[in-house]
């Protein structure tokens, strides 16, 4: 299987995307800066973990690259997020962690499910949202908004599907707090 994880830095995306390399699929771990590609292959090459790394930040037209990937597996994990009174965000943090979290988020998974369609083949999108999304928390408002955006379309994907039936699965997961350093942002 051939998988393109976005958010592969740190965190969920990079356990994925060791836990599916180890198993002998072909894994590309995307990270949004250069910088972040370095570390990310020299932690890969400490550990012996045969995977692909390259830069796709989601507000760039990295996203293209999808188009040229024959992938199997989408794990659409990245995402950004501040923390702050919804009342008192500024216009810009709010537009960027939709843009990122919603907007282009969704941009790449519709592209990879036209490209899956287009190649018929029965692939797997699995898109992480957040628990914030369902139950609101004081001043993570901006984020879990965004991420029940995402979470809505993803439900919704789900039962287009099962109208047009080209095998193509959704898997929305939304995780709780958890020890990455993304919480402490």
């Known amino acids: ?56 930040d989601l507000l760039s037209d990295d996203i293209n690259i999808a188009d040229s990937l024959d992938i199997d597996c989408l794990f659409n994990h990245a995402g950004i997020g501040t923390a702050g009174s919804i009342l008192y965000m500024n216009e810009e943090s709010l537009r960027n962690i939709y843009e990122v979290n919603f907007f ?23 898109v992480t949202s957040s628990l914030l999304g369902m139950f609101p928390m004081p001043f993570f408002g901006v984020y879990g908004s965004s991420k029940a955006a995402i979470s809505q379309v993803v439900k919704t994907m789900q039962e287009e599907e099962k109208v ?20 402490q942002v």
Not at 7 to 21: C, D, F, H, N, P
Not at 40 to 55: M, N, S, T
């Open 104 to 126: 282009r988020s969704f941009l790449l998974l519709k592209k990879v499910y036209r490209h899956m369609v287009d190649r018929k083949i029965a692939g797997k999108i699995f």
């Open 164 to 183: 047009f039936r080209h095998g193509i699965s959704f898997c929305l997961v939304e995780p709780g707090a958890y020890a990455t350093g993304f919480n």
């Open 1 to 56: 299987m051939r998988v393109l994880i976005t958010g592969a830095a740190s965190g969920i995306g990079y356990q994925v995307g060791v836990m599916l390399a180890r198993r002998g699929h072909l894994v590309y771990m995307t990270c949004r800066s250069v910088a972040e590609v370095f570390v990310l292959r020299e932690r890969l090459g400490r550990e012996g973990v045969p995977a692909v790394c390259f830069k796709l």
